[in-house]
C-alpha cells in the first residue's frame, strides 16, 4: 500500500483542477435533488437557462425562474405523468405537454390556461419538435406510429403519414430542415429528406424490445447526431449510437450492454454528451455517464448511491452548461423528482489514515449521513471529496468505515469558498483469538478434528482453518475482533474424525478478551 505523501503526489496530478490557491477554488460537482414530484420530464427556456419547468404531484405544472432554489405553481395541465415538456423558443409563453396516453395540451400563459391540440395523442420518448429554422413549423410523431405536423406554432395539426410503431424519438437537422429523423420500435432509427412525407430505415438493432427514445444533433456539425438505443429485459444489445455522415450509417459508441433512455448534448461543447439509464435492467443504482471526446470514452457522475432511479429526461442548456438537469423516478415516490447537476466552491477533502502506519486506506467508504454522497475508498485511493451545497447540513455528519478498522463517526465543518483539507485517521481493530477443545461427550477423551472458521469482512469472506493437536485442543490467534458491518465471524465448524458427527456454533463474537469453546461430539 502506498503511503500518503507518496500518491499525493499522483493524487494531484489526478484532480489537479482541486487543488488551486483558495483565492481561486476549483468546483466540486455532484447531484443534489431540485424538486419532487413524478420525475418523468423537465424543460429550460430556451431563451433563459434559469428558468426550468417540471410537474409536481397532483398534476400541476410548477416554474423556477432561480435555477431551482426557489418554485411557483403555475395551471394544471389537465393531464398527469407528463412526459414531455416544451417551451417554444418563438414565444416562451407557449408550453407544449404530453403523456404516454391522453392529448397533446398547448397553453399560450405559460402554463396559466390549457387546451388539447391533438386527441388522442401518445409519447413514449422525446417525439415532440420544432423547426429550428422556423420554429412555429412543429412535428409531433404519436407512439402508434402517426406523424402529425403543424405550420401554425402548434395550433392546429394535420396528419402527416405514418411510421414504424412504438415512436418515440424527433430531431429535426438545423442546417437542412427537410431531414428529420425518427426513433421507433425494433430499434429502428428512420431518416426523412421530405420534411417527413417518406421515411427509409437507416439502422435496425437486432434484439427484441428495442426503442430509440432519444436523438439529439449537433447544432455545430449536423452531420453527427447520437440516438439512445434501450433493450427489453432479455436485450443485451443496448448502446449510444452515433452517426457522422448526417445520419446515413449509425455506429455504436463505447457506451454499450447499458439500458440507455434518456440523452442530451452540451450545445456549447458538442463533444460533451450525457446519457442517463434505466436502474430496472443492470445494477440496482442510478448511473448517468458523460463523454467529453465525442463518445469514444465515458466516464458515470457520481452520484448517491442506491437510488433505483429511471433517468427519463436530461437537459442541458448551451447558455449554461454548469447545470444539467435530469427528471428521474424510481416508481415508489421516494426520491422521484427533478436532479441538478452543478459544481459547488465549497468543499472538504483528504485521504482516510491509518493512525499507526501512515498508508492511506483503500478500501471501505466515507458517507455524508445527511445528503447519502459516498466516496468508495477503493477507486480513490484513500483519498475523499465532499461539495457543499445549498440546503446541505452544516457541520456534516459523515461514516467511515474500513477494514480492518474501527468504524468512526465525524463531524466536519465547511468554509465558504473554500475547499480545506482535513485527513481522517482510523484506529485498526484490537485483536483476540478463539481457543478451544474437541472430545468424546461420553469418554470425555480428546477427538481429531479439523476445525473451519468463516469470515465476513467490509472486503469480502474468508475461511480459516485449523486442527486439533494431541489434547484436542485449538486455537485461532491474532483474530480481529468483531466489528458490526466491517468484521464478523458467522460460524466455526467442527467436522471430527469418524464415526463422530460434525458441529456448529453460528454467531461468534470475538473481543480482545479471546472466546473460549467447548465441543462434545458423539
Not at 411557483?72 to 396516453?101: E, K
Not at 410503431?165 to 425518427?182: E, K, V
Not at 483528504?350 to 471501505?364: F, K, L, Q
Not at 480481529?480 to 454467531?507: H, K
Request: aromatic share 12%; glycine share 10%; proline share 5%.
Amino acid at each position: 500500500m502506498r503511503t500518503r505523501e507518496t500518491f499525493l503526489k499522483l493524487f494531484f496530478l489526478l484532480i489537479a483542477s482541486v487543488f488551486v490557491p483558495q483565492e481561486s477554488p476549483s468546483q466540486i460537482h455532484a447531484w443534489r435533488k431540485a424538486f419532487g414530484g413524478p420525475g418523468l420530464s423537465v424543460a429550460i427556456n430556451p431563451l433563459n437557462p434559469n428558468t426550468i419547468y417540471a410537474e409536481t404531484f397532483g398534476s400541476k405544472l410548477y416554474v423556477s425562474r432561480n435555477l431551482g432554489t426557489t418554485w411557483s405553481a403555475l395551471g394544471s395541465p389537465g393531464i398527469n405523468q407528463i412526459r414531455q415538456i416544451l417551451v417554444h423558443p418563438n414565444d416562451t409563453l407557449t408550453l407544449f405537454c404530453a403523456r404516454f396516453s391522453g392529448d397533446l395540451r398547448k397553453s399560450t400563459d405559460e402554463g396559466v390556461t390549457w387546451k388539447s391540440v391533438i386527441s388522442p395523442y401518445t409519447i413514449d420518448g422525446e417525439a415532440l419538435s420544432y423547426d429550428p429554422v422556423h420554429p412555429d413549423t412543429m412535428f409531433a410523431g404519436d407512439y402508434a406510429g402517426i406523424v402529425y405536423k403543424s405550420t401554425d406554432r402548434g395550433e392546429t395539426w394535420f396528419l402527416l403519414g405514418e411510421l414504424n410503431s412504438s415512436l418515440c424519438a424527433f430531431a429535426i437537422r438545423p442546417d437542412s430542415t427537410d431531414i428529420i429523423y425518427a426513433g421507433t420500435g425494433g430499434g429502428r432509427i428512420s431518416k426523412s429528406t421530405d420534411a417527413g412525407s417518406t421515411w427509409k430505415t437507416v439502422r435496425e438493432l437486432p434484439g427484441s424490445g428495442q426503442e430509440i427514445p432519444k436523438i439529439e444533433i449537433d447544432l455545430a456539425n449536423p452531420a453527427v447526431a447520437y440516438a439512445s438505443a434501450f433493450g427489453g429485459l432479455t436485450d443485451s444489445l443496448r448502446y449510444v449510437l452515433k452517426t457522422t455522415d448526417g445520419g446515413e450509417h449509425w455506429f455504436n459508441t463505447s457506451l454499450q450492454s447499458q439500458p440507455i433512455w434518456s440523452l442530451a448534448i452540451d450545445q456549447s461543447d458538442p463533444q460533451i454528451v450525457y446519457a442517463g439509464k434505466f436502474y430496472g435492467i443492470g445494477k440496482n443504482t442510478l448511473e448517468v455517464y458523460r463523454t467529453t471526446d465525442g463518445g469514444t470514452s465515458w466516464t458515470g457522475l457520481d452520484f448517491r448511491p442506491l437510488l433505483p432511479l429511471d433517468s427519463w429526461n436530461l437537459k442541458v442548456s448551451s447558455l449554461n452548461p454548469d447545470f444539467v438537469w435530469m427528471a428521474a423516478s424510481d416508481y415508489t415516490l421516494q426520491t422521484n423528482g427533478i436532479y441538478r447537476w452543478s459544481g459547488t466552491q465549497t468543499g472538504i477533502q483528504g485521504a482516510v489514515i491509518d493512525s499507526i502506519s501512515g498508508d492511506t486506506v483503500s478500501n471501505g467508504f466515507i458517507k455524508n449521513y445527511y445528503t447519502l454522497d459516498s466516496v468508495g475508498l477503493a477507486s480513490t485511493q484513500g483519498f475523499y471529496q465532499f461539495g457543499f451545497f445549498p440546503g446541505d447540513p452544516a457541520p456534516a455528519p459523515f461514516l467511515i468505515e474500513a477494514y480492518p478498522y474501527y468504524a468512526r463517526e465525524i463531524t466536519m465543518g465547511f468554509v465558504n469558498d473554500t475547499i480545506i483539507t482535513n485527513d481522517i485517521l482510523l484506529t485498526r481493530l484490537g485483536v483476540g483469538a478463539i481457543s478451544g477443545a474437541v472430545a468424546d461427550s461420553t469418554l470425555h477423551e480428546p477427538v481429531q478434528s479439523r476445525i473451519a472458521l468463516f469470515v465476513t469482512t467490509l472486503v469480502g469472506h474468508d475461511t480459516l482453518y485449523a486442527a486439533t493437536d494431541t489434547s484436542g485442543g485449538f486455537s485461532f490467534d491474532n483474530l480481529y475482533v468483531s466489528q458490526t458491518s466491517i468484521n464478523s465471524y458467522d460460524s466455526i465448524v467442527v467436522i471430527p474424525v469418524a464415526p463422530y458427527a460434525g458441529e456448529t456454533i453460528r454467531g461468534l463474537n470475538v473481543t480482545t478478551s479471546g472466546l473460549a469453546l467447548q465441543f462434545s461430539v458423539l
